[in-house]
């Protein structure tokens, strides 16, 4: 069984200040993981759905997740749906088995309702200038509370993930010199650019959401 506390030092000094959100986000990816009866992904094992959105609070919850789980910006096997919500789905890659887990609703609201966001947090304090006297008995009772009490855990489903093979091709921008690789490459007159570079000979911006070879 994974447990969230081994996690939380590393947890914090990832995420560089304390908050409720990012050890529900442990506590959450935790849930997830034994629900599964995975391990932690050294590699891409894994693949986590995350329901955040932007531009609202505890989206600190990410980096418990990305801590427990494994699941990374960096190796690309977390991905945010925007649906501006805190559920997570992760899923088994090999197999297809997945569970969605999310924060219980009630718990979410008695945490809007302490000093930490009444008093801080919504008064536009950022979380590292809140005293620790007020964060702290928030944090201890996000990790330690029963899980009964905070999660809901769904039922083990199939969710098919289709595997991509990442690409080692590359080319240096005849316009910046920098490396890119081979697939986001766009030609502008009979250069072989970067996107930026494109975007700057060309005048036309692409959209962020641009896919390799798009």
């Given at each position: 069984m994974i447990e969230p506390k081994d996690y939380y030092e590393h947890g914090l000094a990832l995420h560089g200040h304390k908050c409720p959100a990012m050890p529900m986000g442990l506590r959450v990816g935790a849930a997830a993981l034994n629900a599964?009866?995975?391990?932690?992904?050294?590699?891409?094992?894994?693949?986590?759905?995350?329901?955040?959105?932007?531009?609202?609070?505890?989206?600190?919850?990410?980096?418990g997740v990305q801590m427990i789980t494994g699941c990374t910006f960096g190796k690309g096997n977390i991905k945010k749906l925007h649906y501006g919500k805190w559920g997570v789905t992760l899923v088994e890659v090999a197999t297809g088995r997945a569970v969605r887990v999310t924060p219980k609703a009630e718990a979410m609201l008695a945490n809007k309702q302490t000093a930490f966001f009444k008093d801080y947090?919504?008064?536009?304090?950022?979380?590292?200038?809140v005293p620790p006297e007020v964060v702290q008995p928030l944090v201890d009772r996000v990790m330690n509370a029963p899980a009964e009490?905070?999660?809901?855990?769904?039922?083990?489903?199939?969710?098919?993930?289709?595997?991509?093979?990442?690409?080692?091709?590359?080319?240096?921008?005849?316009?910046?010199?920098?490396?890119?690789?081979?697939?986001?490459?766009?030609?502008?007159?009979?250069?072989?650019?970067?996107?930026?570079?494109?975007?700057?000979?060309?005048?036309?911006?692409?959209?962020?959401?641009?896919?390799?070879?798009?």
């Open positions: 599964l009866g995975v391990e932690r992904a050294a590699d891409g094992q894994l693949l986590a759905l995350v329901e955040l959105g932007e531009d609202h609070c505890a989206t600190c919850f990410a980096d947090r919504e008064k536009g304090i950022p979380a590292s200038k009490q905070l999660l809901s855990v769904g039922p083990v489903f199939d969710h098919p993930v289709e595997p991509h093979r990442h690409s080692f091709d590359g080319l240096v921008c005849e316009a910046c010199g920098e490396m890119v690789v081979e697939g986001y490459a766009r030609l502008a007159g009979d250069q072989r650019v970067c996107i930026p570079c494109h975007e700057r000979i060309t005048g036309i911006r692409e959209p962020r959401a641009a896919v390799a070879g798009s």
